[in-house]
């Protein structure tokens, strides 16, 4: 026979994220959550978080049993197809918005958009930006058309490889940087490992990105990127042949983590 369960029962449970968990199963707020600890799940309820724990319990992220995540001022749509949104690429807008006029009218290109966090807070932060993004996913762009609330210019192809002869005076990317040996990389293996690895030292993608920009930025155009840890040095070698007044910046846990270059 089942026995009832209250929901004070289940926030006692010793399991990672019960109070979301509950949210998610009873489909309420937080705040409804907790002002009504009384009350009994049903059988649905009931089935319903235990599923829910089981997959979390595994290490399921609650961002894709969510099936959202915030990233700035925004909230998007995520899946498996898609990275999930991480604090530390707010930087990168963050510096746009440092960086550029947001009445001034520019083009910009988001490399490797999965979710189109970046190109979307960018279109939402700048209104009068032509923004285009690319992704070798359809699947993920099928995501980020879902989350796309401005107009953008969507292309699947390798990095460069969909795109028109187009320049553009901002190209931005959050591109794969992990170590395809990176013992951390088990710890991550409901995300798509397309979208994290790049070869044995994390860089073969941001070569790439580096090599071909020339080609598709305007005179004195920008390129911003995201960078492993331990990865400033040998991007700034990189930049050199192509680019000027190259800066390094830190995230909020003073790690090194993006860099802006202008062409030459």
């Known amino acids: 026979m089942f026995i009832r369960k209250s929901t004070k029962d289940y926030l006692k449970a010793d399991v990672k994220d019960i109070s979301k968990l509950l949210t998610l199963a009873l489909d309420q707020t937080k705040e409804q ?11 649905i309820e009931h089935k319903t ?22 990233f ?18 707010e930087l990168l807008i963050d510096i746009a918005l440092d960086t550029f006029d947001t009445n001034k009218k520019i083009s910009a290109l988001d490399l490797g958009t999965g979710s189109g966090i970046i190109a979307i807070t960018l279109s939402e932060k700048f209104p009068s930006w032509a923004i285009t993004a690319t992704d070798q ?29 187009d320049k553009f005076d901002l190209i931005v990317s959050n591109p794969p940087y992990i170590e395809d040996q990176d013992p951390h990389l088990h710890s ?8 994290l690895i790049s070869g044995k030292d994390g860089l073969d993608d941001i070569r790439k990105i580096i090599s071909q920009s020339p080609e598709f930025l305007n005179q004195g155009g920008y390129l911003l990127l995201e960078h492993g840890y331990n990865q400033k040095k040998q991007i700034l070698g990189l930049l050199e042949e192509s680019f000027v007044n190259i800066k390094a910046f830190k995230d909020l846990n003073k790690v090194d983590r993006a860099i802006l270059a202008q062409l030459r």
């Open 33 to 43: 959550l907790f002002s009504n600890p009384g009350y009994e799940l049903n059988d």
């Open 49 to 70: 978080l235990n599923n829910l724990i089981k997959q979390r319990t595994n290490g399921k992220p609650f961002a894709y049993l969510k099936g959202s995540q915030g």
């Open 72 to 89: 700035y001022d925004l909230d998007f749509v995520v899946s498996t197809a898609t990275l999930i949104p991480r604090p530390e690429t």
């Open 137 to 165: 996913s359809n699947d993920a762009l099928k995501i980020a058309q879902i989350n796309a609330t401005n107009k953008i210019d969507f292309y699947c192809g390798d990095w460069f490889d969909a795109l028109p002869k």
């Open 188 to 195: 991550l293996k409901y995300e798509p490992i397309e979208a």
